[in-house]
C-alpha cells in the first residue's frame, strides 16, 4: 500500500515519536512518587531495557515473579477450571513462550 503522506510529512511524523517519557510513563512514574516509591529509569544493564526499575524491592519481586512463571506454565495448557484448552482458545503469554525449547504446545 502506498503512504499517504509525502516523504517530509512522514519524516516529520515518525520524528514526533518517541520511545521514552511518553505521556502514559510520565502519569505512572508521577504516581509512584506521590507513592513514596523511588526509582531508576531505563536501566541498560537489565535484560529488555525497563522503562521503571524499582530496586528496593529485589526480595520481594523477584520470588513473586518466579512464582507467577511456575503458575503460568500450568495456565498454559489448562484454563482456570483445569480443562484443557481447545485449539481456539489461547492464552496471551502462551505466544511469548513459544520459542522456548522446552515447550510443546499440541492444540
Known sequence: MADVYD???RSYTMSRIRK???KPELLARKYLFSKGLRYRIYNKKLIGNP???LPKYTDYWIPKILKNVERDKDLILHNDLGVPLSGRAFRSNLFA???KKDFHFNP
Do not use: F, H, P
Open 7 to 9: 516523504k517530509a510529512t
Open 20 to 22: 521514552t517519557d511518553t
Open 51 to 53: 522503562d521503571i526499575v
Open 97 to 99: 513462550l513459544r520459542d
